[in-house]
């Protein structure tokens, strides 16, 4: 099986052709008969369908054009394994098969979605520690690119970890075959050693709750999504998302 990369920057989508039913019904007929050509007019003839679907995923920071490239993913294996025996609409079939490709997508390569403007405020962070670092000659630290930027110490934490993958506190960064040194030693911030022990076990609580529990609390607290958008996101009801966001607190405070 092959992919057809699609493009959407600069499409004028009013041009994109809208295949009738019967026109549908003969190229996929066609299709199953191995016909190339019948497959290339229905994958082009859908894209709008592709379109309309990538709207629900809208305002959401991320990249419609990469959303548009897995939804025709759906598309066509909504096209390779639609039953032509069956009474039911390509489109019926379709919509549900290229939904449930963009939500893998969004879940497999986006196990902790970093909303726009965490990543803006990440960037403008990494600015201001380097001018600082040239003002200082030195290494700033948190407080300081927090005091400048004019925003609180934990915004600017938690921006700056959003872009960066997750690194141990205790692996280790040298070792001459003695004495190892571990990244916790070569972090530079105004903490004591007992900051780190709760830092580490409010993690620990983390491990705790179940993966339904930790998504909610990260689209809560860290993307600032309402209970409502949570819950039309994960599919459940506004109630059930208050309940799991309030057990969830108090199994870390329990467990910190």
């Not at 830092?199 to 209970?227: A, D, H, P, V, Y």
């Not at 009801?237 to 607190?249: D, F, T, W």
């Amino acid at each position: 099986m092959y992919f057809n990369k699609v493009e959407i920057c600069g499409v004028n989508t009013s041009e994109l052709k809208v295949l009738k039913e019967s026109e549908k019904t003969e190229l996929l007929r066609r299709v199953k008969q191995g016909d190339k050509a019948a497959r290339d007019a229905l994958i082009n003839g859908n894209l709008r369908l592709v379109l309309s679907v990538i709207q629900r995923f809208a305002g959401r920071g991320e990249n419609l054009d990469d959303l548009f490239q897995i939804g025709c993913i759906g598309l066509i294996k909504s096209i390779d394994n639609f039953d032509v025996t069956q009474d039911v609409k390509f489109s019926t079939y379709a919509v549900p098969m290229i939904i449930g490709e963009i939500r893998r997508y969004l879940r497999d390569n986006n196990s902790v979605r970093v909303s726009r403007s965490l990543r803006d405020t990440a960037y403008k962070a990494m600015q201001v520690k380097e001018d600082l670092q040239n003002e200082l000659n030195r290494e700033p630290d948190i407080e300081e690119i927090a005091e400048r930027m004019g925003i609180p110490k934990s915004q600017v934490v938690l921006a700056l970890e959003s872009i960066v993958e997750p690194v141990s506190l205790f692996e280790p960064v040298y070792s001459d075959g003695g004495d190892t040194i571990f990244v916790m030693d070569q972090v530079s911030d105004r903490v004591t050693d007992t900051d780190w022990m709760d830092e580490i076990l409010f993690k620990e609580s983390l491990e705790k709750l179940s993966e339904r529990e930790k998504m909610i609390l990260n689209l809560r607290f860290l993307q600032g999504k309402t209970q409502m958008e949570v819950a039309e996101e994960i599919g459940i009801s506004q109630a059930q998302v208050s309940r799991l966001e309030k057990g969830a607190v108090q199994k870390i405070k329990e467990n910190g």
